[in-house]
């Protein structure tokens, strides 16, 4: 005879079968591949610690960090960072266009070549590293490196097969790496000082503290009408939280330009 009670047993499989409906998927997960072939690029990538006769030289690396500050910042409403955030959209569309530009040169010359067909050097043995940034004009930094270490390949191409002096060579080379270089470092005149619209609005200490520091904020900015085309979404944190984001002081800025005397050897460390 069937019972007109449910079975128990049955009940708790159907309650943990509809548990993991609900779920859902679980969080994505992925991974970023820097691969460069150069030596050139591959400098910019980590850049060099400053000691006592040279100055610091900021790589992705240490761009990628202090942009992680200034995207938090910008998450909290202040318009200094997302200030900064224009700033660093433009110098990296400005350097990429620079590069892109050489690029399309030097690609035009060596198919006017008669007779030779040239193939782009390659290295044996490129140089890979794992990408893990926080923000996505970190990674807009990374493909401009991409795009200078394959600048680099065809301009040391070009040189071999005698359409550049070396002089001419190392010119373009040291020229494209210091711009790239100058544009790591924007994001060191950025500081941290926890303001946002509002407490500009009340003028309180920090907010002095900040436009001593950095400079007026452009009111088109200050409204939000012009902003960087990749933002994060507005979040406050937590005042707590907050006070444990910090950069490097400002003062720190002209340290982290490089001066035009530098130059890269063609084939340096």
Sequence with gaps: MISGKSDPEQRIELNS???????????????????????????LIRGRNGSADKPVIIGLVGFADRLRVIWQASRS?????????????????????????????????LEQLTALEVTVAESMKPYRIALQFANPYA?????????????VRTLLTAHHVGLLSGSSTEGLLN??????????????GYQFLGVDRESLKQGTANASRA?????????????????????PRKIRFPEEAAKHIRLKPVESVSKAYIPESVNDDIGGT
């Excluded at 548990?19 to 591959?42: F, H, S």
């Excluded at 990674?139 to 600048?151: C, H, L, S, T, V």
């Design 17 to 43: 079968e509809e548990t993991t409906v609900d779920v859902g998927p679980g969080a994505l997960r992925g991974q970023v591949w820097l691969t460069v072939q150069t030596r050139q690029a591959q400098r």
């Design 77 to 109: 409403d202040d318009p200094y960072a997302d200030w900064w955030l224009i700033k660093v959209h433009e110098v990296l569309e400005r350097i990429r266009n620079l590069v892109k530009t050489e690029q399309v040169a030097l690609d035009a010359r």
């Design 139 to 151: 990674y807009r930094g990374a493909q401009m490196i991409a795009e200078y270490d394959k600048f």
């Design 175 to 188: 020229t494209c790496a210091r711009r790239i270089r100058g544009a790591f470092a924007v994001p060191q």
């Design 211 to 231: 436009r001593q520091v950095m400079g007026e904020v452009p009111e088109d900015v200050l409204s939000g009408a012009h902003h960087a085309p990749l933002t």
